[in-house]
């Protein structure tokens, strides 16, 4: 009777410590953090129409569950050079991550142009937006 007893409070004890750490380990692993960068692609000044613009978003922070290291999905800029990019990668959680602004000029290859630090949130929709403008000629060092 005894050792009944003992194995059924035993085995609801694990059950339940079991049932706590996968809850924890799904809120880290999938908290929506959110954030967003916008801005204008140009070649010596002047706008990039149809441009592919794509971020490369790190973040390693302490408790993280799993490091990110991603590409946005890409986005096409406007007659003006515009873009807005939302970034939502798996495993971010608040706080900041590195961005680069990486540019494929139609027709042309992929420029890594510059970067930033973007503050990941958990509103929605995002409440940073980062401001990254990127000149092609000046990246390269073709504008005079």
Same mark, same amino acid.
């Given at each position: 009777?005894? =050792?009944? *007893?003992? &194995?059924?409070?035993? $085995?609801? $004890?694990?059950? =339940?410590?079991?049932?706590?750490? /996968?809850?924890?380990?799904?809120? &880290?692993?999938?908290? +929506?953090?959110?954030?967003?960068? *916008?801005?204008?692609?140009?070649?010596?000044?002047?706008?990039?129409?149809?441009?592919?613009?794509?971020?490369?978003?790190?973040?390693?922070? &302490?408790?993280?569950?799993? !490091? %990110?290291?991603?590409?946005?999905?890409?986005? %096409?800029?406007?007659?003006?050079?515009?873009?807005?990019?939302?970034?939502? !990668?798996?495993?971010?959680?608040?706080? +900041?991550?590195?961005?680069?602004?990486? %540019?494929? $000029? +139609?027709?042309?290859?992929?420029?890594?142009?510059?970067?930033?630090?973007?503050?990941?949130?958990?509103?929605?929709? !995002?409440?940073?937006?980062?401001?990254?403008?990127?000149?092609?000629?000046?990246? /390269?060092? /073709?504008?005079?």
């Amino acid at each position: 009777m005894k =050792w009944t *007893m003992l &194995s059924i409070v035993g $085995s609801v $004890s694990v059950t =339940w410590l079991a049932c706590g750490e /996968a809850g924890d380990l799904a809120l &880290s692993a999938g908290a +929506p953090a959110t954030a967003a960068a *916008m801005g204008r692609i140009t070649d010596c000044g002047t706008p990039v129409a149809g441009a592919a613009v794509m971020l490369l978003v790190q973040q390693d922070e &302490s408790g993280q569950a799993r !490091p %990110v290291d991603t590409r946005t999905r890409a986005v %096409v800029t406007d007659r003006g050079g515009g873009y807005l990019v939302e970034i939502a !990668p798996a495993f971010a959680i608040p706080g +900041p991550a590195a961005v680069r602004l990486l %540019v494929t $000029s +139609p027709g042309g290859a992929m420029q890594d142009v510059t970067g930033g630090t973007v503050e990941f949130g958990l509103e929605q929709p !995002p409440r940073d937006t980062l401001r990254l403008d990127g000149d092609l000629g000046a990246a /390269a060092g /073709a504008c005079h």
